[in-house]
């Protein structure tokens, strides 16, 4: 059952402390060759890891969260020692890093470098009244279903165990999340009736049926 919120470096920080490992002292080449992973890569629409260097450290930030440092671990890789995770860079011919992979928990996360913006797919606004027949339950599995649910204006969906979380209309049967990279598309029958919803995320594609 895909997990919406990403694993993403502070949710265990304070609670799961990494083994210590020791890292050789950098040359002053190796702290020039830091400025070629330098820069922003994108989670999801409104979940973005900034990567900088602070002297001969490199740092990273993820949206809302404090700066904490990594450290060289190979050929383009990185661990962190506030908690059992590594970063892998993506580099391209010119040896200029294009995306980060987050490797936690057994889990690999992939963000894109982008430049300006965070990329966020186009909003549109969907009457209450046209949400609302797509408001209910939503069942994955016996123990996994998903709630659709609306306050006013906003629309939220909560799976069972996890928070809840606002999702933005594409279009009237198709929604998205800030916080993590996936998309919801909604189902219906011959009478326009909601039969069921697709969640896509991480490349897979899950399908949940509307309960009565």
């Given at each position: 059952?895909?997990?919406?919120?990403?694993?993403?470096?502070?949710?265990l920080?304070?609670?799961q402390?990494?083994?210590p490992?020791?890292?050789?002292?950098p040359?002053a080449?190796?702290?020039?060759?830091?400025?070629?992973?330098v820069?922003?890569?994108?989670?999801?629409?409104a979940v973005i890891m900034?990567?900088?260097?602070?002297?001969?450290?490199?740092?990273v930030?993820?949206?809302g969260?404090p700066?904490?440092?990594?450290?060289?671990?190979?050929?383009?890789?990185?661990?962190?020692?506030?908690i059992d995770a590594q970063?892998?860079?993506?580099m391209n011919?010119?040896?200029?890093?294009?995306a980060?992979?987050?490797?936690?928990?057994?889990?690999?996360?992939r963000a894109?470098?982008i430049?300006?913006e965070p990329v966020?797919?186009?909003e549109?606004?969907?009457?209450?009244g046209?949400?609302?027949?797509?408001a209910?339950?939503?069942e994955?599995?016996?123990s996994a279903?998903i709630?659709?649910?609306?306050?006013g204006a906003?629309?939220?969906?909560?799976l069972?165990?996890?928070?809840?979380?606002?999702?933005?209309?594409?279009?009237?049967?198709?929604y998205f999340?800030k916080v993590?990279?996936?998309?919801?598309t909604f189902e219906?029958d011959?009478?326009?009736?909601?039969?069921?919803?697709?969640l896509?995320?991480?490349g897979?594609?899950?399908?949940a049926?509307?309960?009565?």
């Open positions: 059952m895909a997990r919406y919120m990403l694993l993403l470096l502070l949710a920080m304070t609670t402390q990494a083994p490992k020791s890292a050789a002292a040359t080449d190796d702290v020039a060759a830091l400025d070629r992973y820069g922003r890569y994108q989670f999801a629409p900034t990567v900088s260097r602070d002297g001969e450290h490199l740092m930030q993820l949206t969260q700066k904490v440092e990594i450290i060289p671990d190979g050929d383009n890789e990185f661990f962190l020692q506030v970063i892998t860079f993506e011919d010119k040896d200029r890093a294009t980060l992979v987050l490797h936690q928990l057994g889990r690999d996360q894109a470098r430049e300006g966020v797919p186009k549109v606004t969907v009457a209450p046209v949400f609302d027949r797509l209910g339950q939503y994955f599995a016996p279903v709630t659709i649910s609306r306050e906003h629309f939220y969906e909560q069972t165990g996890q928070g809840r979380f606002e999702i933005f209309a594409t279009s009237e049967r198709e999340l993590v990279d996936a998309q919801i219906v011959s009478q326009m009736r909601t039969t069921s919803l697709v896509r995320q991480g897979r594609e899950i399908r049926t509307k309960l009565p």
